[in-house]
């Protein structure tokens, strides 16, 4: 296949297309290098097989030649990213979302949508299923990132039910591991930073909120097959994420636990940011009957992978 990867150069981008190369493809990426890094992808400069542009999906997007797939991964994905850059996330949703459909639908390609377990907002239903439609505060600040994912699922359906594009939409829940920055403000690299600089470990409210960590490789594999999934059923959305679920204490005594000495914890009810989901746990029987998938790598392994990946980038 020739296929498109809009936010290339990001975590989940950059871990895309090592996967397609890695199986004899050919990779475009594109990036505008908001929130992602030329530094993600320095290892693929020079392939014949692998092309990076530099460029905002929002403003224009034109690929010559022949495409099979465009993975539209482009958007802000960390709180940090999406408060800081509200109007950019709005568009690349929207708009980016737009451009990307477009194309696919131009070039005869199946497109697969970058979504979120983040559609649900804070869930009154649990786990979540596909079937659940959300608890969304449109205007709150996390609402630009949940109702930006929201729009470009429903973009996604229109193209596929009107123009008759291949699509599906992965919906991501939390994903951790290498290439990750350190200052995107997600738990596990401020965890890992601090446990690197002996520091106590900052967890925001009382540590009660829940949350489901899967590792990268089990991540991209997942979307790996359901873009090759060729089921009728599978335009509809599915959740990619590891269903074991702990609050953020628990997580916090796992890091703990990988770390000689003592580090403490410390609490920060102020830095929790407002509509921040209480719990969050996929249910990934639609993944494991259309894609005979389910994560793979346990919590403390691929922990100890990312703690690795971090430890030249902690000063």
């Not at 639908?105 to 949508?113: C, I």
């Not at 079937?131 to 109702?147: A, K, Q």
């Not at 009107?162 to 350190?182: K, Q, S």
């Not at 470990?201 to 960590?213: A, I, K």
Request: charged share 25%; with cysteine.
């Amino acid at each position: 296949m020739r296929v498109l990867i809009t936010g290339g150069a990001g975590f989940l981008g950059s871990h895309l297309c090592d996967r397609f190369l890695k199986d004899g493809h050919t990779v475009i990426a594109m990036d505008n290098l908001i929130t992602g890094s030329t530094r993600n992808i320095e290892h693929l400069a020079g392939r014949d097989d692998f092309l990076f542009i530099k460029q905002d999906v929002t403003n224009y997007l034109y690929v010559e030649g022949d495409l099979d797939a465009v993975l539209h991964f482009a958007s802000p994905a960390s709180p940090i990213d999406y408060l800081m850059y509200p109007i950019q996330t709005l568009k690349v949703g929207a708009l980016g979302t737009h451009k990307a459909l477009g194309l696919a639908k131009a070039k005869g390609a199946r497109f697969l949508l970058a979504s979120t377990s983040e559609v649900y907002g804070d869930p009154l239903v649990h786990p979540q299923k596909e079937s659940y439609w959300g608890n969304v505060d449109p205007i709150g600040p996390r609402g630009v990132y949940d109702e930006a994912k929201r729009f470009a699922e429903a973009l996604t359906m229109a193209y596929h039910r009107y123009h008759d594009v291949d699509t599906r939409i992965a919906r991501i829940f939390n994903t951790y591991g290498p290439r990750m920055r350190l200052s995107d403000g997600r738990v596990v690299p401020n965890f890992v930073a601090l446990a690197l600089q002996g520091e106590p470990l900052t967890v925001y409210g009382d540590g009660s909120q829940t949350r489901s960590f899967c590792y990268v490789s089990d991540l991209i594999e997942g979307l790996y097959r359901l873009l090759t999934c060729d089921e009728a059923s599978v335009a509809d959305p599915v959740n990619i994420g590891n269903p074991t679920e702990m609050t953020i204490l628990e997580f916090a005594q796992v890091v703990q636990s990988l770390f000689p000495g003592e580090l403490g914890i410390t609490y920060h009810e102020d830095k929790r940011i407002p509509g921040d989901p209480q719990t969050r746990r996929p249910d990934i029987s639609r993944a494991k009957a259309l894609l005979n998938w389910e994560p793979k790598v346990p919590l403390e392994e691929g922990l100890a992978l990312t703690i690795e990946y971090f430890k030249d980038k902690v000063a």
